[in-house]
């Protein structure tokens, strides 16, 4: 039996464990923390104690609040919204069970929001710079306003396993709340001030892999060259730093440090053709 099966079966059911969550009520203003007690029943995971919490916002000292707001969608992790940092670590809510993380009566788990992003409110944050990236390395096939050509490029079987564990990124942020190369960029007042000054930062694990899938793409090699301009710029594979960090944290366990290497010497070798082609 693993460390959490034994956990697990321990677990007691109809527990009552203290979430410390910190908060902020919007953008620019101070953090603060607040306690909630949960009577938290068997399986229940961070989300499922969240809407208790917005259910009852009441604070451990008995007093009224808001609710605390987070940001969820599916809750099967799939669509990377309820990212956050629990017990210290960047993971994503949905799929984290508290048996695994507080077993006990009186057991404490933290809920911070991810640091590398603006908060919007609690523990939700914004990730426009997440999306941003990806635009830049036009992380698509393009084929938008064509006509049907037919029947798509085949795959071996061997390309396929690998390139379906690279689609299975959902933009969770994981990878860069991790990377110490990915820091915080404060707003800068605009939209475009914010994109210029993303533009300069370092473009992040997920896009570098997104690149890398998408070059290997018989359509989607079409941009590749731009792809690998953008990788070659500033903030690009050059950046990376390799602390492999993004690679331990991904909730998919998509090869990361991997694609940085592959990607990393296609740059070198587009980087020599355009120096001969002048």
């Given amino acids: 039996m693993t460390e959490a099966s034994r956990r697990r079966a321990m677990a007691k059911a109809n527990r009552v464990v203290t979430f410390r969550i910190k908060r902020c009520d919007g953008p620019g203003k101070a953090s603060y923390w607040q306690d909630f007690k949960v009577t938290v029943p068997k399986n229940a995971n961070v989300i499922s104690c969240l809407q208790q919490i917005a259910a009852n ?73 997440l999306f941003h990236n990806l635009k830049r390395v036009q992380a698509w096939v393009p084929i938008d306003g064509t006509y049907y050509l037919g029947a798509g490029p085949k795959e071996t079987p061997a390309s396929q396993a690998t390139h379906y564990v690279l689609s299975t990124c959902m933009s969770c942020g994981c990878c860069l709340e991790a990377c110490p190369q990915f820091n915080e960029i404060p707003d800068q007042g605009s939209k475009e001030a914010n994109e210029a000054a993303w533009n300069k930062g370092f473009i992040g694990a997920h896009a570098i892999s997104q690149a890398r899938l998408f070059n290997a793409h018989e359509t989607g090699k079409e941009l590749k060259e731009e792809r690998l301009d953008v990788l070659m710029g500033t903030g690009g594979v050059n950046d990376c730093g390799n602390a492999q960090n993004c ?18 010497r296609q740059v070198t070798f587009h980087a020599i053709a355009k120096f001969f082609k002048g």
């Fill in 57 to 129: 916002p009441v604070t451990a000292d008995g007093k009224p609040t808001t609710p605390v707001v987070w940001d969820s969608g599916c809750l099967e992790e799939v669509c990377g919204a309820c990212t956050m940092v629990i017990n210290g670590k960047v993971r994503q809510s949905c799929s984290c069970l508290i048996d695994d993380y507080a077993p006990n009566e009186g057991d404490v788990m933290t809920l911070e929001p991810m640091s590398k992003f603006p908060v919007v409110r609690d523990l939700w944050v914004d990730r426009s710079r």
């Fill in 247 to 264: 690679v331990k944290v991904c909730p998919k366990h998509i090869p990361l440090t991997e694609s940085i290497a592959v990607i990393g």
